[in-house]
């Protein structure tokens, strides 16, 4: 088990372009989250996968913002067209079946801090 | 619309203190989980509570579920500067979606 792995860790660019993030969960777990994090904040949710199915959208994710689980295995976030309220970090967890302690809890992985200028 | 509030805020202690933590909601949830998150990291797993009025020991950190599951607690006792982060709680909502959502967080400074 080697964890939740996502990349680049850190991304800055240029208002306007488009970036995309990666994220490659605990391999026998089947849902997969997108969170955003501003400073001092808690997580907000962004978008959920269960296997390759996309399950639920936020409304804070604009058309600008599109999430891909193509194979049910590793995901990608693209932001197009970035702005610079769209710095923050951006966490994928992944969730495997329900424990035997009870719970669905979810593991988090590094982050990308993305920095637009 | 489901909401977890924690309380303080903030809170900055000195080495061998005691903290509570509290993470609050007039909804009730199936389970809570507890991070802590250190700067520049995703939020690492320290616990999950599931049964009304549950508690969990993890070292110097213990957890409480309200009976009614509608509030959590941590307890620190004798809190070292390794401590220090960022405390969030986070549970499912009812939608049945295996949606989470997390509380405002509880930034904790441990002084030495």
């Known amino acids: 088990d080697t964890g939740v792995s996502q990349n680049p860790r850190h991304k800055i660019t240029k208002r306007g372009q488009n970036v995309t993030f990666r994220c490659d969960p605990i391999?026998?777990?089947?849902?997969l989250y997108w969170y955003r994090q501003t400073l001092g904040q808690g997580p907000e949710f962004l978008t959920y996968?269960?296997?390759?199915?996309?399950?639920?959208k936020s409304r804070l994710l604009s058309d600008r913002f599109s999430a891909e689980r193509p194979k049910g295995s590793f995901s990608t976030l693209e932001i197009q067209r970035t702005e610079q309220g769209d710095s923050a970090m951006y966490l994928c967890?992944?969730?495997?079946?329900?424990?035997?302690?009870?719970?669905?809890?979810?593991?988090f992985g590094p982050g990308t801090r993305l920095t637009v200028t | 619309t489901q909401l977890l509030e924690q309380s303080p805020q903030f809170l900055s202690i000195q080495e061998g203190e005691n903290l509570t933590v509290y993470c609050n909601s007039s909804?009730?949830?199936?389970?809570l989980q507890w991070y802590r998150q250190e700067p520049g990291e995703g939020p690492v797993l320290l616990v999950t509570v599931v049964t009304g009025g549950e508690v969990k020991k993890l070292k110097r950190l213990t957890f409480q579920f309200g009976d009614a599951r509608k509030d959590s607690s941590l307890h620190i006792t004798a809190a070292q500067p390794g401590d220090t982060g960022l405390y969030l709680c986070?549970?499912?909502?009812?939608?049945?979606?295996?949606?989470?959502?997390f509380g405002t967080g509880t930034r904790l400074k441990v002084l030495a």
């Open positions: 996968f269960q296997n390759e199915a996309q399950l639920e």
């Open positions: 909804s009730v949830f199936s389970s």
């Open positions: 967890a992944s969730s495997g079946p329900p424990q035997w302690t009870g719970g669905t809890p979810q593991y």
């Open positions: 986070a549970g499912p909502t009812t939608s049945g979606t295996y949606k989470y959502i």
């Open positions: 391999s026998e777990h089947n849902r």
